[in-house]
């Protein structure tokens, strides 16, 4: 069975940086995705970044160029490194994943349809 864990939620200042860490193990197929979601207050879940077992990667638009997905498939360990981080980034991210067949674009593959497993989420809170 899949498990995912998120841990690095925290409180940062406008600016600053955070890493998020996603525990990732228990895939038996040779391709999924990895991706990582949100959810501010009063607002739906989002997905805002993704990375597939090829190394490939997609991000939202609002956090493109401020964050960056990597695997660590020795670790079964997901990163999601947040820089610049703002208020609107205040949010409960959540990591989860995908059985996927072929090499589809991770975007896509997030956007389409919801995961087959959930982590639980690391609240971040970005102060201004």
């Known amino acids: 069975e899949v498990q995912l864990q998120a841990s690095g939620g925290g409180l940062v200042q406008a600016g600053g940086s955070l890493r998020l860490s996603c525990a990732a193990s228990?895939?038996?197929?040779?391709?999924?995705?990895i991706a990582w979601f949100r959810q501010a207050p009063g607002k739906e879940r989002e997905g805002i970044s993704c990375?597939?077992?090829?190394?490939?990667?997609g991000y939202t638009d609002s956090v493109k160029g401020r964050f960056t997905v990597s695997m660590d498939n020795t670790k079964k360990m997901v990163y999601l490194e947040m820089h610049s981080l703002k208020p609107e980034d205040t949010a409960v991210y959540y990591c989860a994943s995908y059985q996927v067949w072929g090499s589809p674009i991770c975007m896509v593959v997030i956007t389409d349809s919801g995961p087959d497993y959930w982590g639980q989420g690391t609240l971040v809170t970005v102060s201004s």
């Open positions: 990375i597939s077992r090829d190394g490939s990667t």
């Open positions: 228990g895939f038996t197929s040779a391709s999924y995705v």
